[in-house]
């Protein structure tokens, strides 16, 4: 299984910057989709995720409003739209899977994607 996640970057305080996770080797449609962050220094939070045939979405309080979690299971890809941009967002993003939302909800994933740094300078 491998989750691939891209689209991180630098952008300025108020932007906006999608990321997308391209999922293999595992039947997509049959796993909650999530991300989480960590910035230095902190531990990894959870940011939001997406039931299996998507049509369920939770966010973390801190990102509700401006950032929007998506899937095209077609595809086997989950995106995560980021808008209004904050400095308090920088961070590496990681998409995550598990077949139970309660857990990918607690932070426990069966996978785990490599990373990918958002910087959002102020």
């Known amino acids: 299984v491998q989750l691939q996640a891209c689209g991180g970057g630098l952008v300025q305080a108020g932007g906006s910057l999608t990321l997308s996770c391209a999922a293999s080797?595992?039947?997509?449609?049959?796993?909650?989709m999530g991300w989480f962050r960590q910035a230095p220094e902190k531990e990894r939070e959870f940011v939001a995720q997406i039931t299996g045939g998507g049509g369920y979405t939770v966010y973390a309080d801190s990102v509700r409003g401006r950032f929007a979690i998506s899937r095209d299971n077609a595809k086997n890809t989950v995106d995560l739209q980021m808008s209004t941009l904050e400095p308090e967002d920088t961070a590496v993003y990681y998409c995550?899977?598990?077949?139970?939302?309660?857990?990918?909800?607690?932070?426990?994933?069966?996978?785990w994607g490599q990373g990918t740094q958002v910087t959002v300078s102020s």
């Open positions: 080797g595992l039947t997509f449609r049959a796993y909650a």
């Open positions: 995550a899977a598990h077949s139970s939302t309660q857990k990918l909800r607690a932070g426990v994933a069966a996978y």
